[in-house]
């Protein structure tokens, strides 16, 4: 059966969505009403590959999508957006604080090394 789930993780920030986003080469429905199996939501949405239902972050930062089980898109395609938004968001708060970092990404595995002075 088709449900729309909701993620506990946060995306506040709709500019590191859409960065994380064009970064990987996902196509990005501008903000408004996005179409589920079984119903609509509200946001921004990403198409992740091989999907068939966008993913859709809301203005609050929820999260919702529906992939009926892993039928209709595949749950890595959502870990590996949720870690690179992940990353993402950590080096953009770092540097508004004035520390540098490095990223380095080793298979499914991400590490951040942040400088502070």
């Known amino acids: 059966m088709s449900q729309i789930l909701r993620i506990?993780?946060?995306?506040?920030?709709l500019a590191v969505?859409?960065?994380?986003?064009?970064a990987k080469g996902l196509k990005i429905t501008k903000k408004?009403?996005?179409g589920f199996y079984s119903g609509t939501t509200n946001?921004?949405?990403i198409h992740l590959p091989n999907w068939r239902y966008p993913l859709v972050v809301g203005e609050n930062g929820e999260v919702s999508?529906?992939?009926?089980?892993?039928?209709w898109g595949n749950v890595k395609e959502l870990n590996s957006f949720v870690?690179?938004?992940?990353?993402?968001?950590?080096k953009t708060e770092a540097r508004k604080k004035g520390y540098s970092c490095t990223q380095k990404k080793n298979?499914?595995?991400?590490k951040l090394t942040i400088y502070v002075d």
């Open 8 to 13: 506990k993780a946060k995306m506040k920030d």
């Open 65 to 71: 999508y529906d992939n009926y089980g892993g039928r």
């Open 83 to 90: 870690r690179d938004y992940t990353a993402e968001k950590i």
């Open 32 to 34: 408004g009403e996005q």
């Open 17 to 22: 969505v859409k960065k994380v986003a064009k």
């Open 43 to 45: 946001g921004v949405g």
């Open 107 to 110: 298979n499914n595995e991400i």
